[in-house]
């Protein structure tokens, strides 16, 4: 059975800190990761990483794939209080554009 | 350019009713999607819909059925609503860059349901 797992669950620090959130996956028939940020209700698009892709930056958020070992992280720096969210990876599947989700981390940044 | 829009954002019903949600996708996206969000999970896909005819399904009983219309909207239906179906329901519209490349998903508020 497809299952993607993301770890921790959830995740307390401070303004200025680094974080790096872990998602494994076993999917058949991998197209694509992605990770979203979930704030409120719509989840909102951050990266996809694809064969062609593996590495991907944006400001502070940065993340890898590593299509070797079924994982991606994915890694902010200096940390600030409106990065906190719930974070959601998920994987592609087949060519339905189904996307398998974690269960997602819940980060919050304390002044 | 708006986004995915979805209509009602928040509905209450009892048990045995039928609902029905409903999504306008960006424009330009021929492809939508339907995912079931209890609180605490990740979404589970539903339903994937292209140009019109359902591409995807996911584990959920027939009692969930969808459509998309020429205008590439989407409307979900739920019959005989159990308890179990309270949930966030999210709709996301997409288009793929290429022929071998991924899809990206862009998200909806979603239309919160709670069944009572």
């Known amino acids: 059975e497809d299952k993607v797992v993301q770890s921790p669950l959830s995740l307390v620090v401070h303004e200025g800190d680094t974080v790096t959130l872990n998602c494994s996956y076993e999917?058949?028939?991998?197209?694509?990761l992605l990770w979203y940020k979930q704030e409120k209700k719509a989840p909102t698009f951050l990266f996809m990483l694809t064969s062609s892709g593996i590495e991907k930056k944006s400001g502070r958020l940065s993340s890898i794939l590593d299509k070797k070992e079924l994982f991606s992280i994915l890694n902010i720096t200096a940390t600030q209080t409106g990065d906190s969210a719930v974070y959601l990876c998920a994987v592609e599947s087949g060519n339905t554009g189904k996307l398998i989700f974690g269960q997602g981390t819940t980060l919050q940044v304390k002044p | 350019d708006a986004g995915v829009t979805q209509s009602p954002t928040h509905l209450i019903k009892t048990r045995g009713q039928q609902v029905t949600l409903r999504c306008s996708p960006i424009s330009g996206h021929k492809s939508v999607s339907w995912y079931q969000q209890v609180l605490g999970q990740g979404p589970q896909f539903i339903f994937q819909?292209?140009?019109?005819?359902?591409?995807g399904r996911g584990n959920f009983p027939d009692r969930f059925s969808a459509r998309q219309f020429p205008n590439y909207s989407s409307e979900l239906n739920v019959n005989a609503l159990l308890l179990g179906d309270s949930a966030l329901y999210l709709c996301?519209?997409?288009?793929?860059?290429?022929?071998?490349?991924?899809?990206?998903?862009?998200f909806g508020s979603g239309t919160q349901l709670s069944v009572l």
């Open positions: 999917v058949t028939n991998f197209r694509s």
């Open positions: 996301a519209s997409s288009y793929r860059t290429g022929p071998s490349q991924g899809e990206k998903l862009f």
């Open positions: 819909y292209y140009e019109k005819e359902e591409r």
